[in-house]
DNA sequence: TCATTTACATACAGTCTGGACTGTATCATA
DNA sequence: TATGATACAGTCCAGACTGTATGTAAATGA
């Protein structure tokens, strides 16, 4: 009897082949994650209840309870898959932008549409909002930020460079980011002429005193810590 | 019988008057405001029930019940409450640094740690949050920012005056407020010394083309809104 | 092939929340 | 001072959430 049931999803979904435990483990992990970041985009932090997160992720609670023994693990890796999608994305925003004609205003609007105006971006300010009761995840936000920082600033200084100021490129480009963190956070309450004027106000307020190096095309050198993030994607 | 307590309070109090029923409600509900606010900026948004409002107020669940019936109720007047506490702090900010030898650093400053590197601040960044999945909410941030801004901007332009640039003084200090949010959501994962940099950075990088106007030490014309606003904190 | 581990499913227990509801004391006023 | 309105107190309840305990099928390894 057991016999049959296999033999019958054969027949339906074309593809005999059971999968192995680890398969079946980081497909779950992953569905899991991804609907979690999901639900804290759109529900909030305190919308996403672990009922919600596993109807999203069109899971049982079983499953989530056997991958993630507390609600608390299973945030702190979203928190953990954050940072790599996070990684990924501003790696190949960098790598787009190498050969855009206005590097500076490329990289701001690139920034801001592919990284601050995005449920990501929703996402993180969640975790960082909860962090202020939460010693552990904000222990993990701190440590992401700190290593997102240390990726995007020897790129900052191998694109661009400086002229008439104290400041380094990487320098222009955290204060950058604050401002796209105060902008993202209100997006929803701002209209979309006054985002439009701070991203350009800024470029032409630093296009004086910042511009891309000429002839760099090719991909900065990347800091160890870059692929060691990024190894345990898959 | 009746009359037997009402005595004994007295003995204690010192202070047989028995309040007014408005002065009742009124204190009533600027405790649970203050509770709220008070309950935003430290348990957060989810933290925020009901129950954890009235313990922290000293009052019953049936005050509070009965001066709002709901919670988005009482959400939505703390907000209102919000607003008209940071017109207040806005107002006796910019009057602190009218007689400051410099100007633009010490309006910074003084912006950072009497505006978002605050409590309040917190509150707001949790309703901010939570105004994403609440249009009614959203609604009334939307207009108090504005309000913010309305009163901003004119004393923006009063103090200070931009050279070399197309900006107006009112456009650098919003860009000034998105950077400020930034820091502020994310103080508690960054370093002291970071915020500080930045800080100071804006201001080395504004002074050149925004400075203070001379000889101003007199209030900026108040907008009407300004008195509209508040006539009604008491 | 069989025992053991892994992956997942379901049911349940205990806690908490928000709103409704009831009861009581105080105030305003005619 | 009688009467209705207001201010507050306390309780109850239906629903939701998390964690746990238990059951089953699939996969792994000997």
Redesign the interface.
Known sequence: MSRIAPAMKTAITEKPRRRTQEERSEAMRKRLLAATLESLA??????STLSSIVRRAGVSRGAQVHHYPSKQALLLDASEDLLKRTYRRLGTLLLSISEEDNRLQALVDACWEQMFATPLY?AY??L??????DEEL?QA??AM?RRVMALFEPAANYYFETSG???RPA?MF??L??????????A???SKP?IR??LD??V??ASPILRARKGITSPPPRPASWDRVLETVG
């Open positions: 759109e529900d909030g932090y305190a919308g929703r300010c969640e960082v909002a909860a962090s202020q009761r904000a936000l701190g930020l100021t104290k400041l320098d955290l204060q980011s604050c401002l796209l963190s105060g902008l993202g956070l209100q929803t309450l701002l006054v004027s701070q106000g800024w032409r307020q």
